[in-house]
Every structure is written in structure tokens, then in C-alpha cells.
């Protein structure tokens, strides 16, 4: 009796041990950091084979970890067919050869700070987090939301609002390139004339000329709109561009553009004077507007300012300006 009363306490104290050892092995487990699953940037894009070029492009340009961090971006991602094109393009035969500095801002110029939705879209510019050799400001991009969304005239949004644990993703269909003076020139439909009377004669060399990343760039341009030449022809009693003399357009066109020098409108003063590739001046008048007094006494309103090229920076004008002739 006394036995198995001896026997009946050793079973309950065993379990009683048993007991607390299980709790205590659950409580380890539970106290364990348990994995976190991520959906990033980077992970989206590392566990999509159509973007397997754009994940292999930021690994080489030391980019992954930035998009798969806390900071909430938005990012135009292209697929492989695009970085195939891209690299086809430019004579590339694989992201390997791509400088890397320059692959890195190609990619920087896809990234926006901060979630921008499909909806937060207007036609106008916005700055990419890309920066070019004219400056160390960040570069434009110009959108264009007429028919779906459009960057810089090269790329189309295909899937818009892909929602990340850090951002925004839209996948386009094209590798956004550095843009040059003449790419914001004929994505913009503000300018269309302007682009049609920097072509007009086959031997004027300004769309050649505006495309240079080296010297006489960098370039800053005034650029007149539409409305601006439209406003000129009647000035002129010209029904067209066509009736505007070669060499009368040709020194008008180069009036308006400073070679070797990025002037911002910070850069500019009140009584500046800028010489241009013409070789005559214009005055700068700094008040409620920035405006420009030409070689005829004619005044023009900067209407938007700093768009920011890789080879220089345009500065839109109402009113086209006039060199003496």
C-alpha cells in the first residue's frame, strides 16, 4: 500500500515536470523572432522572371537594398523585353558592359521619392531622382496623361498601381533614358512648332546640336510655346513659318540659346545680361515674373522654369524673342 502510494507520487510529480517543460519549450518557441514576410520593391521585382534584367541591373548598380528598405518610392519598372531593346539601342551586348555610373543614374531616372498613384498623374513635369552631368540638380521627367501615361515620349504605363510594402510600382514598356534638351522638345506637344522650325531647313544643325553632351553643351534655352509663334506669325503678317526667311528663323532660333553654361532661374539677377548663341543679348528682369527684354525692346514671360536635361535646362517663354537684324 505504502508502495504504491510511493509509486502514485512519483507519476504526479513527473507529470507535474513534464507539464512545466512543455510550457517552458512552448514559450521558448514563442519568445523565437519569427521571419517577417516582405513584399518590397526589390522583392517584387526579384521574384518576377519578366523583371530579371531590371532585379540584375540594380544588383550591379548597388541599388537593391535601397528599394528594399522602409522609404517609400515610386518606380517605373521596365520589363526584360524593354532592357533587351535598350541595350540593342545603344549597342550594349549585355548589362555588363553599361558603365556603371551611368547604368546606375538610367535606373535612378525610373525612381521617384514617395507613392504616386496612377490618379496623381497630370500632365506636366515632375523630378525623377536621377541627376545628370549638366548639374546637380535632379532631372525632369515629362508626363503625359492624354491617352494613358507616357514619360518623356519613350516609354507607356502598361500596369499602373502595383501596391508594395514601400512604394508604388509601374511597370512600362520601355527603358526611360537620360532625356536631352530635344527628347523634353518632341514629348512635350507645347513645343510642336518650335521642333518643326528647328528642322525646318536641312542644313540648320540645332536638333543635332541640342542633342550634345559634350561641348557647346551644357545648353540653357528659352523655348517659345505654340501660342508664342502663333502670336509671331501675326506680328510678322506671316500665315506661316514658311514665310519667315531661312536666315531671319535660323538667327531668331539661335537667339534663343546660351551655349556652355546650365542656368537655373536661381542663377539669374534683376538687369542680367545673357549673351546667346545668335551673339547678341537679352536682358533679365526679375519682379512678380521673370521676364526677358529682347535686342527690340520686346518683352517675354518665362512661364515654367528649370526643366532640368542631362545637357542643359529650357525655360519656357510666352513670346518668342527677336534679335536685331
Do not use: W
Amino acid at each position: 500500500m505504502k508502495t504504491y502510494s510511493k509509486l502514485a507520487k512519483m507519476a504526479v510529480v513527473g507529470l507535474l515536470f513534464f507539464g512545466l517543460t512543455a510550457c517552458s519549450d512552448d514559450d521558448d518557441v514563442a519568445a523565437m523572432p519569427q521571419p517577417v514576410e516582405t513584399n518590397t520593391i526589390a522583392d517584387f521585382v526579384a521574384s518576377n522572371e519578366n523583371y530579371s534584367s531590371l532585379a540584375a541591373a540594380l544588383e550591379v548598380a548597388g541599388l537593391t537594398a535601397t528599394l528594399d528598405g522602409s522609404t517609400n518610392y515610386t518606380v517605373f519598372a521596365p520589363d526584360n523585353d524593354a532592357f533587351a531593346a535598350f541595350l540593342t539601342t545603344y549597342g550594349f551586348a549585355g548589362l555588363n558592359e553599361v558603365p556603371v555610373a551611368l547604368l546606375t543614374q538610367i535606373l535612378m531616372n525610373h525612381v521617384q521619392a514617395g507613392e504616386i498613384t496612377s490618379g496623381d498623374l497630370t500632365t506636366g513635369y515632375i523630378e525623377s531622382m536621377a541627376v545628370g552631368p549638366a548639374s546637380e540638380e535632379n532631372l525632369s521627367m515629362y508626363i503625359n496623361t492624354s491617352d494613358g501615361v507616357r514619360i518623356n515620349g519613350v516609354a507607356s504605363v502598361e500596369t499602373a498601381d502595383i501596391e508594395v510594402d514601400n512604394g508604388i510600382i509601374h511597370a512600362v514598356d520601355a527603358v526611360i533614358g537620360l532625356p536631352d534638351i530635344v527628347t523634353f522638345a518632341t514629348a512635350d506637344p507645347t513645343f510642336e512648332i518650335l521642333v518643326t522650325a528647328l528642322s525646318r531647313e536641312e542644313d540648320f544643325t540645332f536638333v543635332p546640336t541640342l542633342m550634345m553632351t559634350e561641348d557647346p553643351a551644357p545648353f540653357t534655352v528659352f523655348a517659345p510655346t505654340n501660342e508664342a509663334f502663333i502670336a509671331l506669325l501675326g506680328e510678322l503678317g506671316a500665315d506661316s513659318l514658311e514665310d519667315i526667311s531661312s536666315e531671319v528663323l535660323a538667327a531668331a532660333l539661335s537667339y534663343h540659346v546660351v551655349t556652355g553654361a546650365n542656368v537655373r532661374s536661381g542663377d539669374l539677377s534683376d538687369g542680367m545680361e545673357v549673351g546667346t548663341l545668335q551673339g547678341q543679348d537679352f536682358t533679365v528682369n526679375l519682379g512678380d515674373a521673370v521676364t526677358i527684354t529682347d535686342a527690340r525692346d520686346r518683352t517675354s514671360t518665362v512661364v515654367v522654369a528649370d526643366v532640368q536635361a542631362a545637357n542643359g535646362v529650357i525655360h519656357v517663354l510666352d513670346t518668342v524673342l527677336l534679335p536685331q537684324l
